[in-house]
Every structure is written in C-alpha cells, then in structure tokens.
Nanobody, 122 residues
Framework: QVQLVESGGGLVQAGGSLRLSCVASGSIFSINAMGWYRQAPGKQLELVAVINSGGSTNYADSVKGRFTISRDHAKNTVYLETNSLKPEDTAVYYC????????????????WGQGTQVTVSS
C-alpha cells in the first residue's frame, strides 16, 4: 500500500556532503512526521533527524549544525542534507514516515524505507 524509497547514499571523503532523499508513495491520506534514522555496524538504530507536518525539526546532538532535514509536502518527500561528514557518520540511513492511508484514515502507522548506505572515508 505504501512505499518509502531512499536515494542519495554513497561513498564520500571526510568533510564531504551528500543529499539523501526519500519519496513516499501509495495510498497515502496524510503524513504527520517524516524522519531519518541510521544504524552503524554493531550499533543500535538511532534517530538522526525528524520533521513534523508543521515544519518543526529535531536533530541528534551528533549531527546538529552539520545536517539539515527538509520536506516537500506536495511531493511526499523528505530530504537530509549532510555536510562536514565524519567517518562516524558511516551507517545505513533509513527513512521513516508516520502516516495515514486512504484505507485507514483514523489510524497512524509507521512505515520504513529499505535504507541507503552512507560511507565516509577518513
């Protein structure tokens, strides 16, 4: 019913930048919050950044000042601009959306993308 597809990951040198994108498609009625999470090898999944329907944002302390989350409501798309990348930013980045479908307009559910790999070399 709903798909989230990420793109924009890759290999970059420390200090470099990447722009991640995530498009939500399918039987979407409305989207509340969209966000980015990441999981490094051997570590737990962690929140990177989230943006709600009103545009309020929240960031992990480790990325504040370096990453910027934004959203295009008309395109059901969320972006993550990553700057000044560090080797410790290496992880699989997952898109998340808190949304209602046309088949269940009274219930919000969490949906996840398949992930995109970001590798930062030192």
């Amino acid at each position: 019913q709903v798909q989230l597809v990420e793109s924009g990951g890759g290999l970059v040198q420390a200090g470099g930048s990447l722009r991640l994108s995530c498009v939500a498609s399918g039987s979407i009625f409305s989207i509340n919050a969209m966000g980015w999470y990441r999981q490094a090898p051997g570590k737990q999944l962690e929140l990177v950044a989230v943006i709600n329907s009103g545009g309020s944002t929240n960031y992990a302390d480790s990325v504040k000042g370096r990453f910027t989350i934004s959203r295009d409501h008309a395109k059901n798309t969320v972006y993550l601009e990553t700057n000044s990348l560090k080797p410790e930013d290496t992880a699989v980045y997952y898109c998340n959306a808190h949304l209602r479908t046309r088949y269940s307009v009274s219930n919000y559910r969490e949906y996840w993308g398949q992930g995109t790999q970001v590798t930062v070399s030192s």
